[in-house]
């Protein structure tokens, strides 16, 4: 018996929307078998795992917290993976719009909040952006591997925060604690309806991105390049241009999320002030396939599984470890599910040819 | 855009199903009212350490208190503005009590608590306090003078490492104990600290002892949560003094003794005065005396006479007549900083920033 995978011609929407469905069950059929193993029932799990995550107004609200450094950063990386260049760098991005936002939360508190926040905004794009920029220059100038870079500069940017942190802008307050200075008032994002702002930015990026990517001719552009160089080159793109305009939009994007997290969530600097949001955005990126109408769909699913997740641990006493098992379960069915959307697996058995063949 | 729309209300409609026609496990009927006690933890139950320890004390309130109490735990809690998602969490499950077991989470109980004025806060080894908020630690400083004397009996090279978390006054505090209980029985000896900037990392905490052990030190110690160190120690075939449990598992050739908290003792009694109504928002300061503090027994690898030596000051501090902290104590410089007949008061220990002489090390 041999087994072969073969790739697939492009399938319809319906095939492809029924795969993703079976992987789903097959998730929750095997976190099942591994939740009857720990001998909890995995209906009751999963049931709670939904009011975990939006069973009342405040647990809606926690889950959409989640949500929106997931899909702001995911529609950051979306940008930079359409023009198929890997940035793998959102974490370092996200710290340093963190960073150059926290720089004026510290010392500019005394500006009046909304011109501060704006300030802060700003600062938070160019943080992002900036290191967005370089591996885009290394890239057209010298073609290196923007994936090594990029990725690299997350520990630059990390190692950057950390000196931060545990020296120049230690608060002195914090009797030898490594901790920076909580922000002034004025440099805290607002709430609007129980959530703060962040959530508006991510639906105003949302539509932002949506219209530059399809209907703009720079969007185009990064999409053509995407496809193909020379194509792009052979229709005129200006390569160095687009390239830089992508990733300057890339990490800026990301950047924002930095400041959002400072601003809102954390109300300072620290070094985990990403969460590990800017590797899980490139599966949601993945997962929405790079369209923010999507992106907004993985994003939101993903939230409600950390949430439902954190919540089984206090709810059923699962251990963060088997929690997060739970997760990792669904993730690997759910992506490797897209494996079959393009190959298919075909199984040489000599036995079943020949009750095929003479079958007929 | 249309087709996510139907896609995106569907869902949403089968998850308020599924919501609207289930029972959540906390939502079941109680017959007694039970008090729902939420415990935020640093690091794992499991880390054979600190956070352990403190479980252990959970498990000895449900225990004492039986139907009377429910317990709910989040581990791994970061001293980040996670957990005050996570507080916020529990008193969203109906947690009317939480313990949070880390110096960094004070700013978020704080936070939590102010806004949530109804529920009790117990925050571990902090120092500020509000109407509904406290904090509770004790002299775990006894205790480590105590295992000072078992490694200052043991030493051969009058060498002893300390791998330390955070410079912070609690840290500083037992390296002083530590070092005072070392050279009360070996006065050449001198502690050698190293920082990790972290509570909870087994490779880093074992990687700073065996650059310790690089530096010619035979004794481990340590004011970490896990066992890392000791293991390192047990890997050169050197000794070890553990912290929060007995860890003689994890280095059963190296590990000599530990300091001990006894959380339940804390736990039942505030939990208890909290059901009644006694409870007020004065910080807690166990002690030896209290049962709050002890040390582990003493095992083979001790060195010998180490007990009877141990057994003299513990009986004195149990007895409330023993004070680490009692001078003549000189600084690193040799300075006398508590001249003979006084002592550090409670307060000044809170706010330690300084070593005694036979520290090797710096608080930057």
């Given at each position: ?232 080159r052979y229709a005129g793109v200006n390569i160095f241009s687009t390239v830089v305009l992508a ?114 | ?157 009058n060498k002893i490492g300390y791998v330390a978390a955070y410079n912070i006054p609690e840290v ?193």
């Amino acid at each position: 018996m041999q087994f072969r995978i073969v790739k697939k011609a492009e399938i319809g929407k319906k095939k492809r929307a029924l795969i993703f469905l079976g992987s789903i069950f097959a998730a929750l059929f095997v976190s099942g078998l591994f939740l009857a193993f720990l001998k909890l029932n995995p209906f009751q799990v999963y049931i709670a795992m939904l009011q975990g995550s939006l069973g009342s107004a405040y647990r809606i609200e926690q889950t959409i917290i989640y949500a929106i450094p997931l899909l702001i950063t995911s529609l950051g990386v979306a940008i930079a993976f359409k023009m198929k260049f890997w940035n793998i760098g959102a974490e370092g991005q996200i710290l340093m719009g963190a960073f150059l936002a926290s720089y004026f939360a510290l010392n500019y508190s005394h500006l009046p909040r909304p011109l501060l926040l704006l300030i802060m905004f700003l600062a938070g794009f160019v943080g992002g952006a900036l290191w967005g920029i370089i591996p885009a220059l290394f890239k057209t100038k010298w073609g290196t591997n923007e994936t090594i870079i990029t990725l690299m500069m997350n520990y630059v940017a990390l190692k950057w925060v950390v000196y931060l942190q545990y020296g120049p802008w230690k608060d002195p307050n914090a009797s030898g604690f490594p901790r920076i200075a909580n922000f002034a008032e004025s440099a805290v994002l607002p709430e609007l309806m129980g959530v703060h702002v962040g959530w508006i930015i991510a639906v105003l990026l949302t539509i932002l991105v949506y219209f530059f990517l399809n209907k703009s001719k720079k969007g185009f552009e990064i999409a053509v390049l995407g496809e193909s160089v020379n194509t792009a080159r052979y229709a005129g793109v200006n390569i160095f241009s687009t390239v830089v305009l992508a990733m300057v939009l890339s990490g800026g994007i990301c950047g924002i999320v930095g400041f959002i997290e400072a601003s809102a969530v954390e109300q300072t600097l620290t070094k985990d002030i990403t969460g590990g949001v800017g590797f899980t955005a490139i599966i949601t990126a993945w997962l929405g396939a790079l369209k923010p109408q999507w992106i907004v769909l993985a994003s939101t699913l993903f939230a409600i599984l950390i949430q439902g997740s954190s919540y089984i641990q206090s709810a059923f006493g699962v251990s963060t470890y088997s929690a997060q098992l739970l997760e990792a379960i669904v993730l690997f069915f759910v992506l490797g599910s897209d494996f079959f959307t393009r190959y298919k697996l075909i199984i040489d058995c000599p036995i079943l040819s020949r009750i095929k063949e003479s079958g007929k | 855009m249309k087709r996510v729309l139907t896609i995106l209300l569907s869902i949403t409609l089968v998850l308020a199903l599924a919501v609207g026609c289930s029972q959540a496990p906390d939502q079941g009927q109680d017959q007694q009212e039970k008090m729902k006690i939420g415990f935020v933890y640093i690091g794992s139950a499991t880390d054979a350490g600190y956070t352990y320890a403190h479980d252990q004390g959970r498990l000895m309130l449900e225990q004492e208190l039986g139907d009377r109490v429910e317990t709910v735990i989040k581990e791994n809690v970061p001293e980040t503005q996670e957990c005050e998602k996570v507080m916020t969490d529990m008193i969203d499950q109906g947690c009317k009590v939480i313990f949070a077991n880390s110096f960094g989470f004070q700013e978020y109980v704080k936070r939590v608590a102010e806004a949530n004025p109804e529920i009790i806060f117990l925050h571990c080894s902090g120092s500020i306090q509000g109407p509904n908020y406290s904090n509770y630690f004790g002299s775990i400083e006894e205790a480590r003078y105590l295992s000072g004397i078992v490694a200052g009996m043991k030493t051969q090279t009058n060498k002893i490492g300390y791998v330390a978390a955070y410079n912070i006054p609690e840290v500083i505090r037992g390296i002083n104990a530590f070092t005072l209980g070392v050279r009360s029985v070996n006065p050449e000896a001198v502690v050698k600290v190293m920082w990790t900037n972290t509570w909870f990392d087994p490779a880093k905490e074992k990687d700073a002892a065996v650059a310790l052990l690089d530096q010619g030190v035979d004794i481990i110690a340590q004011h970490q949560d896990t066992t890392g160190p000791q293991v390192a120690a047990e890997e050169r075939g050197c000794w070890s003094i553990g912290y929060n449990a007995d860890m003689s598992n994890a280095a059963p050739k190296a590990y000599m003794t530990a300091p001990l908290w006894n959380w339940g003792a804390y736990y039942v009694e505030a939990v208890k005065s909290i059901m009644d109504g006694t409870w007020t928002n004065e910080p807690y300061w166990g002690t030896m005396k209290d049962g709050l503090i002890d040390l582990a027994p003493l095992t083979e690898v001790a060195p010998e006479g180490a007990q009877e030596a141990v057994t003299k000051i513990q009986d004195q501090m149990k007895a409330g007549s023993f004070d680490v902290f009692a001078g003549p104590l000189k600084d690193q410089s040799g300075q006398v900083v508590v001249p003979e007949g006084s002592t550090v008061s409670l307060e000044d220990q809170l706010a330690m920033k300084w070593f005694v002489e036979g520290v090797e090390g710096k608080i930057d």
